[in-house]
């Protein structure tokens, strides 16, 4: 298994401009989650998603939009890029069910966004 | 909501000592409490986790120990090793469904040999 991976690695963006962040993970886990983590300020939820179809706002979601038509992918959109979305972004999934190895939320390598 | 306060922010030791890593959360609802190592440039990776019903758990050299009463859970290495050297982010949640986890701002461990 891949487990999560995100494209692209590293990303230069003009202000106003948009993008996709893409997410994708191989281990049929209904929930997915997008992050940023900025400098000394740990990791912020954006969105996430309990299953295909469902998704709902996290702590900071202006800004972003996200769909989710398939349990694999989870794209975080960027419609008018603004300085302050310089972040690095990362996407993360987990299984449902009971046990303490179903909470284990597992991370992509992120996605280094700058905004100019 | 949940709110999560992680200290220190950084902390350095000599390879072999002890270290510690502390939090507190502020929903009494909360249950399970996973810590996520993270190296540079990578993603963040689990590490050990608990749940409100154990008080302590241990894997090696990494122990996890949890006062509900207090809302305080801490992460002790012991015999660190410069491996050791990354951010650690300690998390809190209400472990059911729908739930999803509050991190803390996150400590920066700096082992040197």
């Known amino acids: 298994n891949a487990g999560v991976t995100q494209t692209p690695k590293f990303r230069i963006l003009k202000i106003g401009q948009s993008m996709t962040l893409q997410c994708t993970q191989d281990m049929n886990h209904n929930y997915m989650y997008w992050y940023r983590q900025d400098p000394g300020m740990g990791l912020k939820l954006i969105y996430y998603?309990?299953?295909?179809?469902?998704?709902d706002k996290g702590e900071v979601p202006n800004g972003y939009n996200v769909s989710r038509s398939t349990t694999e992918d989870f794209p975080l959109r960027l419609e008018l890029a603004a300085p302050s979305q310089t972040s690095v972004y990362f996407c993360?999934?987990?299984?449902?069910?009971?046990?303490?190895?179903?909470?284990?939320?597992?991370f992509g390598p992120g996605t280094r966004l700058l905004v100019l | 909501g949940e709110n999560v306060e992680q200290h220190p922010s950084t902390l350095s030791v000599q390879e072999g000592d002890s270290a510690v890593i502390k939090c507190t959360y502020s929903d009494s609802a909360s249950n399970y409490f996973p810590w996520y190592k993270q190296e540079l440039g990578k993603g963040p990776q689990l590490i050990i986790d608990i749940r409100s019903n154990v008080g302590e758990k241990k894997d090696q050299r990494i122990a996890v120990t949890l006062n509900k009463t207090a809302k305080h859970f801490s992460l002790h290495i012991t015999e660190t090793q410069p491996e050791d050297s990354a951010v650690y982010f300690c998390a809190a949640s209400m472990n059911s469904g729908y739930s999803t986890l509050t991190f803390g701002k996150g400590t920066m461990l700096l082992v040197s040999p």
């Open positions: 998603s309990v299953g295909a179809g469902i998704t």
């Open positions: 993360a999934s987990r299984g449902s069910g009971q046990g303490l190895q179903k909470e284990t939320q597992y």
